[in-house]
């Protein structure tokens, strides 16, 4: 069983925004195994890194759509993501200097993301993506790498 099931509840309107949301989410489930000393740290790293890529990704498309779309809180939006990606950052600098990566940082992680950020604040801009200056976005789960 995974960690986190993609339910339809956490759908915000857009195959290519859930696309990528599924795709940080795959990341997550296989950190998951990974916690409390059960994986290297080369292991936890590599999927860290691979999760940090993907945030970019996701976050800078997001960020287009919305601003595109004529989303009001797109800055405050943006100002969100860079605290996730802080976040994330923190924890690959971290196991880069020795730290074991332990299940509640993961937790933290993603209560941070997915209760409060995808079922709150991404939900939010759902009206505003059929605007139609709304870009497609080009980085989709088809043509990403697979976590
Ligand atoms: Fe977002
Ligand atoms: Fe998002």
Not at 36 to 58: C, T, W, Y
Not at 67 to 82: F, I, M, Q, T, V
Request: aromatic letters at 10%.
């Amino acid at each position: 069983m995974k960690f986190i099931e993609w339910t339809n509840d956490m759908s915000v309107g857009s195959d290519l925004l859930d696309g990528h949301h599924q795709m940080i989410i795959d990341c997550l489930n296989e950190l998951h195994p990974l916690l409390d000393g059960k994986g290297s740290a080369g292991e936890v790293h590599a999927v860290l890194e691979k999760l940090e890529e993907f945030i970019l990704m996701h976050f800078s498309e997001e960020e287009q759509v919305l601003k595109r779309s004529g989303y009001p809180d797109w800055e405050a939006h943006r100002a969100l993501h860079n605290k996730m990606y802080d976040v994330v950052f923190a924890l690959k600098s971290d196991v880069e200097h020795g730290r074991v990566l332990d299940a509640k940082h993961l937790f933290d992680l993603i209560y941070e993301w997915l209760l409060k950020h995808i079922l709150g604040e991404d939900k939010k801009y759902m009206p505003y993506l059929s605007h139609p200056e709304a870009p497609q976005g080009v980085w989709t789960r088809s043509n990403g790498r697979e976590c």
